[in-house]
């Protein structure tokens, strides 16, 4: 799974974060650089219409009596109005989107390809993905129609003439329209989750005989076979059976097929033996990792920054294969009873081929478990060969005994695996062993698969993040349509969702037109990476190279002032469009498919800070509501 962003402990992100200050500053310094400009334009606004005396009393009155209103807000009158908005809610006839939802499931496979390898990363990719979107869509025509339909059938004066005030209407429909989507997020994600367990749930027994397999058994000591495909007839899983292990009481399994095995189980022996294959396991999964740090070594074997195969994508470094060239995983708090029984590590690479080599085998590599003490006595483990698998998590357990070089005799010594940890750190190296070949790692491509959650669990966390999603459409939507129609309330918070989920992009090309500025780029065009950093300048610049027909690699070639206009114009439409991008939310952020789709527990510090980001965002919607609903004229 790729990780392009690391999940930060809950109270470095809220205090401290990368940058030097945590997500609690940002929120305090944007909420007032937005409150101050607020008042500005509104008293800006109230001084063309009364005057400029007149204007300051009666901003600085509204803001006044906002405070006792805040205080005196009652749960009780705001339970109220979420009841009304329920029955609103539902005379809306808002189970029209579950009816939708249960189609759409109903005539899934015949869309899907259920010739996938990734069965599983599909079934709940599209399950994930249509529960989203379904959501999202219903909350956003509820919460933006609602109070404007009220004011213009003037049903609201049944309201704003009792002593209600303007928080408890806000909040009332906040909450209640949450509490419809979350009934209705509820059900989707039961029938969701029946879904994707009756698509994967599929058997297999063994072709051959039990007498067979135990005469082959008794002869050579080991079987080796395949299982009967499956009711669809998409797959079949080679099994070897081997006798010793038998004896041992361990488990048998087949190989890894379509992102998943069996286990197999004897029971009697001889002429009694019977052998029964079990349900698929490891397709729904919530594995738990311990990542590391990841540091390159040179072809030379000194420190490095990896290879660029000349892929457009930099997540990933190559190492050369054939030399020195490693890759470096540094671990800490590797202990005994963490994992007492070795170290399970999982790797998912990419592989770069200069030349096609050996087209039955794929490219050999190499593993070392080694101590951080350079000084060590006994530094490095005996080398660990593999095979390496792409597009598959390649499992590679490190035994507590091993085999290390005496680094005074040079001979080869059985040792413990801890007895290389270094103060609850230790390393991993990889290495090609191949000339000509390349393995591309990234940070999240190797780590250490400390636990295994239940996967149910991870699934409601997977909901969480799409009710947290619900909940701020909801908030945006009461709050746009205090102050506007329901069409342009919906097209208002449409807007906000769609520069929500492109932060990344506007980022990125507000950081080109700045590096390309003649006279802002030296100044702060070095704030901006260049892997960020997008070519091609804002929206003049491409309209001027779309008609000229030139692209973005070839210079503009005009008159220096002219050029200098149309970048600093650009610079500043930019500008003003990334101010507005960072006081909306990340929406991608509370995204967390990926991590159900590909198996991977969804981190408690990540859920934590996207509430927090909700909470954040609910308390400003609520308050900018109140202001707006308050000072506008109900019966326009």
């Known amino acids: 799974m790729v990780v392009e962003k690391e999940v930060l402990p809950y109270l470095q992100w809220l205090l401290f974060s990368n940058q030097g200050y945590g997500a609690l500053f940002a929120f305090l310094l944007l909420v007032s650089a937005a409150s101050l400009v607020g008042i500005l334009v509104c008293y800006a606004v109230t001084s063309a219409r009364i005057g400029l005396w007149e204007a300051f009393y009666a901003v600085a009155q509204t803001i006044a009596n906002a405070f006792p209103d805040f205080r005196r807000t009652s749960f009780g009158r705001v339970a109220a109005l979420s009841r009304l908005a329920?029955?609103?809610?539902?005379?809306?006839?808002?189970?029209?989107?579950?009816?939708?939802?249960?189609?759409?499931?109903?005539?899934a496979g015949w869309f899907l390809d259920v010739r996938t390898d990734h069965p599983a990363r599909l079934y709940l990719s599209f399950a994930l993905t249509a529960t989203n979107y379904l959501i999202l869509v219903m909350a956003l025509f509820l919460s933006t129609f609602s109070l404007p339909n009220d004011i213009k059938n003037r049903t609201m004066y049944t309201v704003a003439t009792k002593p209600v005030r303007a928080t408890e209407i806000v909040l009332g429909r906040i909450v209640g329209f949450s509490i419809v989507g979350t009934a209705m997020l509820a059900l989707m994600g039961i029938v969701s989750y029946g879904f994707v367990v009756r698509n994967l749930s599929h058997n297999h027994t063994l072709d051959a005989d039990p007498a067979e397999i135990e005469a082959s058994l008794a002869k050579d000591g080991v079987w080796e076979g395949e299982t009967s495909p499956d009711a669809k007839g998409l797959h079949r899983h080679p099994i070897?059976?081997?006798?010793?292990?038998?004896?041992?009481?361990?488990?048998?399994?087949?190989?890894?097929?379509?992102?998943?095995?069996?286990?197999?189980?004897?029971?009697?022996?001889?002429?009694?033996?019977?052998?029964?294959?079990?349900?698929?396991?490891?397709?729904?999964?919530?594995?738990?990792?311990?990542?590391?740090?990841?540091?390159?070594?040179?072809?030379?074997?000194?420190?490095?920054?990896?290879?660029?195969?000349?892929?457009?994508?930099?997540?990933?470094?190559?190492?050369?294969?054939?030399?020195?060239?490693?890759?470096v995983w540094t671990f800490e708090n590797i202990t005994p009873e963490r994992f007492p029984d070795g170290l399970p590590l999982e790797l998912n690479l990419s592989i770069f081929r200069t030349h096609k080599g050996n087209i039955e085998k794929t490219v050999l590599g190499t593993l070392f478990v080694k101590s951080p003490n350079r000084g060590a006595k006994i530094r490095s483990s005996t080398p660990r060969n593999f095979h390496a698998q792409e597009f598959v998590v390649d499992r590679q357990r490190i035994p507590r005994k091993l085999q290390a070089i005496d680094g005074e005799t040079s001979t080869i010594k059985d040792i413990d695996l801890f007895d290389l940890v270094e103060d609850g750190k230790l390393e991993v190296w990889l290495q090609c062993a191949e000339r000509g070949q390349y393995f591309g790692v990234a940070q999240a491509d190797l780590y250490v698969r400390s636990a295994n959650r239940?996967?149910?669990?991870?699934?409601?966390?997977?909901?969480?993040?799409?009710?947290?999603?619900?909940?701020?459409?909801?908030?945006?939507?009461?709050?746009?349509?205090?102050?506007?129609?329901?069409?342009?309330?919906?097209?208002?918070?449409?807007?906000?969702?769609?520069?929500?989920?492109?932060?990344?992009?506007?980022?990125?090309?507000?950081?080109?037109?700045?590096?390309a500025n003649p006279i802002l780029g030296p100044i702060v065009g070095t704030i901006i990476s260049e892997e960020k950093a997008m070519p091609g300048g804002g929206p003049i610049e491409s309209l001027v190279r779309l008609v000229t027909q030139k692209n973005i690699m070839i210079e503009l070639d005009f008159p220096w002032l002219a050029e200098l206009i149309i970048k600093s114009l650009d610079a500043a439409m930019l500008g003003s469009m990334l101010a507005v991008t960072r006081m909306l939310p990340d929406f991608a952020f509370f995204d967390t498919t990926k991590y159900l789709a590909y198996g991977f527990d969804i981190d408690n510090a990540l859920l934590a800070q996207q509430a927090t980001i909700v909470a954040g965002y609910m308390l400003v919607l609520t308050i900018v509501g109140y202001f707006f609903l308050k000072t506008r004229e109900l019966a326009a």
């Open 454 to 515: 239940p996967f149910w669990l991870n699934f409601i966390k997977g909901y969480a993040g799409i009710w947290l999603q619900m909940v701020l459409i909801v908030g945006f939507g009461v709050t746009a349509s205090t102050f506007l129609s329901g069409p342009i309330a919906m097209l208002g918070t449409l807007g906000a969702v769609v520069l929500g989920l492109s932060a990344t992009f506007v980022f990125g090309v507000f950081g080109g037109a700045i590096q």
């Open 240 to 327: 070897r059976i081997d006798r010793r292990r038998l004896d041992e009481g361990g488990d048998i399994t087949t190989e890894l097929e379509r992102g998943h095995w069996h286990v197999v189980r004897r029971t009697g022996e001889g002429a009694a033996a019977r052998y029964a294959i079990g349900p698929p396991e490891g397709q729904l999964q919530a594995r738990v990792p311990v990542y590391g740090k990841l540091s390159f070594l040179s072809r030379t074997g000194t420190a490095g920054d990896g290879v660029n195969v000349g892929s457009e994508w930099g997540y990933r470094k190559y190492i050369e294969g054939g030399t020195l060239a490693s890759a």
């Open 86 to 107: 329920i029955q609103e809610s539902i005379r809306r006839k808002v189970l029209v989107a579950f009816a939708i939802f249960a189609v759409i499931l109903l005539y």
